[in-house]
Every structure is written in C-alpha cells, then in structure tokens.
C-alpha cells in the first residue's frame, strides 16, 4: 500500500504560478512511477504529467507541455508538479497516483491521493 496526500492547491490569477506536491508514505516511494491527472466537473479524468522512478523519464500531456513541470525528491518521498502560466482551463482537482511503469493511461495506476482543488480565474 501507498498513501498519497496532495497539496499546494488553491485560487490563482491566469498567468500565476502553483507548485503542487504529493507525499507519499508505506511502501518505498522510489519502487513507483509518479503521474499527475486532473479531472474538470463532468469530464473525464486527464493525464497532465508522469515521471519515472528515477527521474530519468517524463511524459507530459500536450496542453501542459511546456507550461508545468514535473519532478521528485525520493529521499524526500514528495513528488512535485510546478505550473507555470496557468490558464482558466487548467482549473480542475489535481490527483497524484502511483504506478509500478510510467504511462499516461488512468488504469496504469494503482494508488491515487484525494486530490487538491486548482482554480485559475480569469
């Protein structure tokens, strides 16, 4: 098992700037791929980011490339996502979850955090 709590939401300008983070606790954070998804009232959930366990691969989906970045601290457990240049359509709960191979697909991922709340008013 694999406890994972997002944080670093909140209410932001479009333009600003939000750094999410996600701590992870039970089993050893460096044995998982880490991926950020996003889910928009009434829409499915969508894949924003991924990084392997080393670091050494990072996925990103087209509307956030070049915008956010993801990273990880193991020692740290913690796995961060920083978006830059935030749009309206960014607003959305942001999940942090765990797989044991990085991907972009939902069912890859076996432990998801509850989420933190991202609104970018325009």
């Known amino acids: 098992q694999v406890q994972l709590v997002e944080s670093g939401g909140g209410l932001v300008q479009a333009g600003g700037s939000l750094r999410l983070s996600c701590a992870a606790s039970?089993?050893?954070?460096?044995?998982?791929?880490m991926g950020w998804f996003r889910q928009a009232p009434g829409k499915e959930r969508e894949f924003v980011a991924a990084i392997s366990w080393n670091g050494d691969t990072v996925l990103y989906g087209d509307s956030v490339q070049d915008r956010f970045t993801i990273s990880r601290h193991n020692a740290k457990s913690t796995l961060y996502l920083q978006m830059n240049s935030l749009k309206p359509g960014d607003t959305a709960s942001y999940y942090c979850a765990a797989a044991t191979n990085i991907g972009v697909v939902v069912r890859l991922y076996d432990y998801w955090g509850q989420g933190t709340q991202v609104t970018v008013s325009s």
């Open positions: 039970g089993r050893t954070f460096r044995h998982y791929a």
